[in-house]
């Protein structure tokens, strides 16, 4: 495989310089903004043997310390689906950052089988991209309601400031 195909599988951020992107390169040099993927070598820029090394024990280090836990932790604010209210049109699935986050399956009720859309809660990366696409407002983010998104884009675009 290519680095391409890498970067475009799992939404990998690359730099002007086509090298991939770290989170900071002083404070977090070998860590990317995708939680669990760590930069190493000249994928990260051109450098020496040495430099690459340092880069791949940095990189081993912080993986045995997410592995030594024995557990992941997620991000709180994952996707929720309101089976009632979805249609499983689809539309969240397209718009969706995170391959395989979410999935439309086939669910048996009383009135037959229908299409709906289900959350991987591991894969979901609590972008909210999904609420905004649900054309029947079937999906929130735990931790957050559609109601509080409109209340704060409606206080963006308010013509004036609402002291407090």
């Known amino acids: 495989g290519n680095i391409s195909d890498l970067v475009s599988m799992m939404k990998l951020p690359v730099g ?3 090298f991939l992107q770290e989170v900071h390169p002083k404070l977090a040099p070998v860590e990317m903004s995708v939680a669990g993927v760590f930069l190493a070598g000249t994928a990260q820029a051109p450098m020496n043997i040495s430099e690459a090394c340092n880069g ?3 990189a081993a280090v912080k993986t045995a310390s997410l592995l030594s ?3 992941l932790e997620l991000d709180p604010y994952v996707a929720a689906v309101d089976q009632d209210l979805c249609l499983g049109t689809g539309a969240c699935v397209d718009a969706c950052l995170a391959d395989g986050a979410l999935e439309i399956i086939e669910v048996k009720d009383e ?3 229908r299409k709906k859309a289900e959350v ?3 894969l979901c990366l609590g972008c909210g991209a999904c609420v905004a696409v649900c054309p029947t ?3 929130d983010l735990k931790g957050w309601s559609l109601k509080q998104y409109e209340a704060m884009v409606d206080m963006i675009v308010a013509d004036e400031l609402i002291d407090i």
């Open 16 to 18: 002007t310089d086509k």
């Open 69 to 71: 836990k024995g557990y």
């Open 56 to 58: 791949a024990a940095a």
């Open 137 to 139: 407002g079937a999906i």
């Open 120 to 122: 991987v809660p591991a």
């Open 111 to 113: 009135k037959g089988t």
